[in-house]
């Protein structure tokens, strides 16, 4: 089925992705999608459960490597870089491609420790004093280090829900990612640590391509500027944000986003 | 996608999911629609009551002018109840943001009406003006072209909105070559000085009213298509010569 496509130039592409599809088994969850995502800005993913946008999330740190039975075809592009090829080492990748999840996952160990823990397994910090200041910048980028400054050995599963979120989102960080892939980051928080997150991933956006999956379409509306609408495993239309939401092209798009979803 | 294609995808929708919302939404438009059944009435009545010189009926239309107004306001009420309780999105999103704008363009046709239908009492106090039968061929162009609107509200017809459209043009050249031909009416007897004048007022309200017909015109397009059409009102400004 083709997609439908807004007439938007996107000149700095940070991801590209070409003609992914992706089996688990003999089923196909998601075939035929091509888009090209821009760098610094928020990209949202929607569209009802099982319709594959999670799935094509992840084919973009290739965590669907971690499912025997997964086969992903087709082209993923990072900076014109083929990432499936067998060059590129997927723990490496996955440094560049962070993720954050649905539920919090905090290590279970220190505050300190859940952020230090990537550069120090990527080697990017040679001592202490280099470490010190990572954890404490990828915690104040996470708007997190006046919280919990006080209290870095403290178990990060301490935290509040919302602050073990933002604590992961520091984790990723951490490492110096250039694209964050976030699996609906507030789907188990209030509305209080949602819009923290939201005001976050906003400021983020300055330095990083975010890609968002999201069950919220008032979220998608509030923090992206383009945004992807999957439906039974296709990509069924893709456009600037504000565009999707008010005048979309495709019929399905329309009946989703307007609740008329039979 | 062309228009036919737009228009059914527009108004063959599947029903909400939420029923109650769906409910609200065809409330709000079956609100507007009535509301305009009403100005529409308005409109055409104190044409009459102008070519009749019916002073009664004129008085009627002043009267009802207030339930226009009462009806706009209940129109916003319940516009900022959807935005606040529902956040509507895409077509409904268009359709909510029509329906405030339109209730209060149709406000405005209303208190125009009024307008006219005062002057009917004053015009009523000298002899009948030559010049009524003009009037007349122009109101009736406007609440046709009202009429037309309001059904292209109704029926998501694109066509019948850009028809109306079109017919602003030609109310505007009746106005003008109506103003002109008052004028020479009031240099040639001044005694007709005070009823011309107030012809004039009724021919520039009918205008006017052509004007906000021409603007609901536009909403409908905009909710039909999700596209902006403002057209460049300088060049159709019918006082721009005169």
């Not at chain 1, 940070?14 to 688990?24: C, E, N, P, R, W």
């Not at chain 1, 490496?92 to 397994?121: C, E, H, T, W």
């Not at chain 2, 939404?25 to 609100?31: A, E, K, P, Q, V």
């Not at chain 2, 109840?81 to 956040?87: I, P």
């Amino acid at each position: 089925m083709s997609t439908v496509y807004h007439d938007t130039q996107i000149e700095n592409a940070k991801v590209a992705l070409d003609a992914v599809g992706v089996t688990y088994g003999s089923k196909t969850a998601v075939s035929g999608v091509s888009l090209r995502i821009p760098d610094r800005s928020v990209t949202a993913f929607i569209g009802p459960s099982g319709c594959g946008k999670s799935t094509v999330l992840r084919t973009i740190n290739r965590m669907n490597d971690t499912i025997d039975i997964a086969r992903v075809s087709g082209s993923v592009k990072i900076d014109g870089e083929e990432i499936n090829s067998k060059s590129v080492d997927p723990v490496v990748l996955r440094a560049r491609v962070g993720m954050v999840f649905q539920k919090p996952n905090p290590f279970p160990k220190s505050i300190y420790d859940n952020i230090a823990y990537g550069p120090r397994i990527h080697g990017l910090a040679s001592g202490k004093s280099e470490l010190d200041a990572i954890v404490e910048t990828s915690l104040k980028k996470a708007g997190l280090w006046n919280e919990v400054a006080d209290r870095l050995d403290q178990p990060g599963t301490s935290l509040s829900g919302g602050q073990q979120q933002r604590l992961v989102i520091a984790r990723a960080i951490a490492v110096s990612p250039e694209v964050i892939l976030m699996d609906e980051p507030c789907s188990a928080l209030d509305p209080i640590a949602t819009a923290k997150i939201e005001e976050l991933i906003d400021e983020l956006r300055e330095n990083y391509c975010i890609i968002i999956v999201t069950h919220s379409m008032a979220q998608a509306a509030r923090v992206s500027q383009m945004t992807a609408f999957f439906h039974l495993g296709d990509l069924v239309e893709y456009g600037p944000t504000e565009a999707i939401f008010t005048n979309p092209r495709d019929q399905r798009t329309q009946d989703y986003i307007t609740g008329r979803f039979g | 996608m062309s228009s036919d294609e737009r228009q059914a995808m527009n108004t063959n929708f599947q029903t909400h999911t939420v029923k109650s919302f769906g409910e609200e939404l065809d409330r709000l438009s079956d609100d507007v629609a009535r509301m305009g059944g009403l100005v529409e009435t308005l409109v055409s009545d104190c044409l009459q009551a102008v070519m009749r010189r019916d002073g009664d009926l004129a008085d009627s239309v002043i009267e009802r002018d207030r339930q226009v107004d009462q009806m706009e306001r209940d129109i916003e009420k319940r516009v900022i109840r959807l935005f606040a309780l529902r956040q509507p999105m895409a077509t409904d999103l268009r359709m909510t943001i029509a329906a405030y704008r339109i209730s209060h363009e149709l406000e405005r046709i209303g208190d125009l009406a009024k307008n006219i239908a005062r002057r009917c009492r004053v015009l009523n106090e000298s002899e009948p003006h030559e010049m009524t039968r003009s009037v007349d061929r122009m109101g009736r162009l406007v609440v046709s072209q009202l009429h037309e609107v309001l059904n292209a509200f109704s029926a998501g017809s694109l066509d019948d909105a850009h028809s109306a459209m079109k017919t602003d043009d030609e109310i505007d050249e009746i106005y003008n070559s109506l103003f002109r031909e008052l004028l020479t009416y009031m240099m040639e007897d001044a005694r007709t000085i005070s009823p011309s004048t107030q012809m004039l007022f009724v021919a520039k309200n009918l205008e006017r009213i052509g004007d906000h017909n021409t603007n609901i015109a536009e909403m409908v397009h905009y909710v039909l298509t999700g596209e902006d059409w403002r057209r460049d009102r300088s060049m159709s400004d019918p006082d721009r010569e005169s």
